[in-house]
């Protein structure tokens, strides 16, 4: 069979400028999705471009993955990620995976016994939000999953993530071994404090004293991540294979832009990720809530408008003039206005994004992005608006952005079409939908303290300016709204 490993590629193909066969498993990754196959493994391939060097990646997969694990198996961990951009597009070759493991494919205990080898300085996470593990209402780890439950009563053969890490420290620790960094690549608010809370809450309900040699001796610094890679198509991978002349079924597909901010504390040494463009920082949270708030909060913004208003992709919101000076003037007049980041312009950060939204090679869906609002609205748009209530600062747009998440999720486009809402609060939104008038709409979703607290339904002023910008939707549509508001 041919594959990249084994085919001269086209000359345009960058290829990995080092020496594979110095690699060694220093860093286990868990989770080899599409995200982290075009962040922090790419990331990690530019630093052995530029400096060389045995930091190699062996990623593990739970769950899922072995048939994508067989084939990178097949092409000697070789594979592509394609930067697309509006000017044109850039294929690279990453070679920074050293080996791979699969619960399928290869025993359990071999995955365990992998965390345990002495190289091992660094054991990275992109496992989503769920495979945390953790109890929304309480932060701290949930001791009533099925998962968890089965850790607790076999430890040595634990199947979530949190059982797995504290597993291997525990070994660790047995063995007179050192410990390791753990780092959560997951787009979570304080992702590090998340990962923390997961491991420790295992490591208590196992043994106080192992829990204290982990917070002694483990750090868990926190990062912020940012890189638009959507899932793998037929067709993104159809695209990949015409350039590289021979089919790549584990390559992804992004846009060019790409950062990560991390905090600077590592127990057992890192790779010089600066060399490839990381910042290594003190305190990552400020980066957090400016990504959070002009990134993430003006996508939902578009997501739920731009849905609304018939627009199946961002890139097409971006097009029109009214929802593309709405998501700048969101972003400088409404969201950095609320930021506590010095000594970055905010302003050109802002045309970045907006560049990166209209980047027409992505096709980012505006459904997907509306997904999960429950989960969002607060970090992305709620907490800015509680400082603007504080200062007593006007905030149209993102009374906007929430208003329309409420007709969203109300479940009528525009034009009168179903919306498919998924979130994990739909039951209980679809409950309040089916037994509130329009006129009572806004109230009634007010009700849901997950999203809103107790204070925001208490506040007036909340109150009033969400219910204007219900009724500006109402009365003009959501596109009308949008150009309305600019008007006035
Ligand atoms: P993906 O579905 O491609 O990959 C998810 C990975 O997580 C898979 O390898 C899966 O096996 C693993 N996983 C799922 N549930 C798990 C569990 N309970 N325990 C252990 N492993 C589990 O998704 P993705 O796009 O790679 O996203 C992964 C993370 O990266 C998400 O948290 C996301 O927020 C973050 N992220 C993604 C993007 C993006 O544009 N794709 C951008 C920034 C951040």
């Excluded at 909340?462 to 009365?475: P, S, Y």
Aim: aromatic share 6%.
């Amino acid at each position: 069979m041919k594959t990249i490993a084994s085919i001269t590629l086209p000359a345009a193909v960058q290829r990995p400028q080092y020496d594979r066969t110095k690699l060694r498993s220093r860093i286990v990754h868990f989770g080899f999705g599409a995200f982290h196959r075009a962040h922090q493994a790419l990331l990690t391939n530019r630093v052995l471009n530029a400096r060389g060097g045995d930091w190699g990646i062996c990623e593990i997969s739970l769950f899922s993955g072995d048939a994508l694990m067989t084939q990178l198996r097949a092409q000697d961990h070789l594979y592509t990620v394609l930067e697309k951009g509006a000017d044109g597009n850039q294929p690279i070759i990453v070679g920074a995976v050293s080996e791979c493991l699969n619960a399928k494919l290869d025993s359990l205990a071999a995955i365990i016994e992998k965390f345990c080898e002495p190289q091992v300085a660094i054991v990275s996470l992109t496992i989503t939000e769920k495979g945390y593990c953790i109890d929304p209402a309480s932060g701290k780890l949930d001791l009533h999953q099925p998962r968890i439950e089965h850790d607790l009563q076999y430890p040595d053969e634990p199947h979530s993530a949190p059982g797995i890490l504290v597993e291997a420290l525990y070994r660790r620790r047995l063995r007179g071994l050192g410990p390791f960094t753990v780092l959560s690549c997951d787009n979570i608010p304080d992702n590090g404090h998340v990962v923390k809370n997961a491991v420790l809450g295992m490591a208590q309900a196992r043994s106080p004293e192992l829990a204290q040699w982990i917070a002694e001796h483990v750090s868990f610094p926190a990062t912020m991540v940012d890189r638009i890679v959507p899932a793998a198509t037929e067709e993104s991978l159809a695209e990949i294979s015409a350039i590289l002349g021979v089919e790549d079924p584990c390559a992804i597909g992004c846009e060019p832009f790409i950062q990560w901010v991390i905090e600077d504390n590592f127990v057992a040494g890192r790779p010089e990720w600066e060399a490839a463009g990381a910042q290594l920082v003190q305190d990552v949270r400020p980066w957090e809530q400016m990504k959070l708030r002009m990134l993430n909060g003006t996508h939902s913004f578009l997501a739920y408008l731009g849905y609304l208003a018939g627009f199946a992709h961002i890139n097409e919101c971006m097009q029109d003039s009214a929802f593309r000076s709405a998501a700048r003037r969101l972003m400088l007049e409404e969201q950095a206005p609320t930021l506590q980041i010095s000594g970055v312009d905010l302003t050109a950060y802002a045309d970045s994004l907006i560049a990166r939204f209209a980047n027409p090679a992505l096709q980012h869906r505006t459904w997907q992005i509306a997904m999960d609002g429950s989960q969002k609205l607060p970090q992305r748009m709620l907490d800015g608006i509680r400082v603007h209530l504080q200062r007593e600062h006007h905030w149209p747009l993102l009374a906007l952005g929430v208003a329309g998440w409420m007709r969203y999720v109300s479940g009528v486009d525009d034009a009168g079409k179903a919306i498919d809402v998924r979130d994990p609060l739909v039951d209980k939104i679809r409950a309040i939908v089916d037994t509130s008038s329009e006129a009572e709409r806004v109230t009634a979703l007010l009700t849901l303290q997950e999203i809103f607290g107790t204070d925001l339904p208490q506040n007036p002023v909340f109150v009033d300016a969400i219910t204007d910008a219900w009724r500006n939707i109402a009365a003009h549509g959501a596109h009308g709204a949008v150009k309305f508001l600019l008007n006035t």
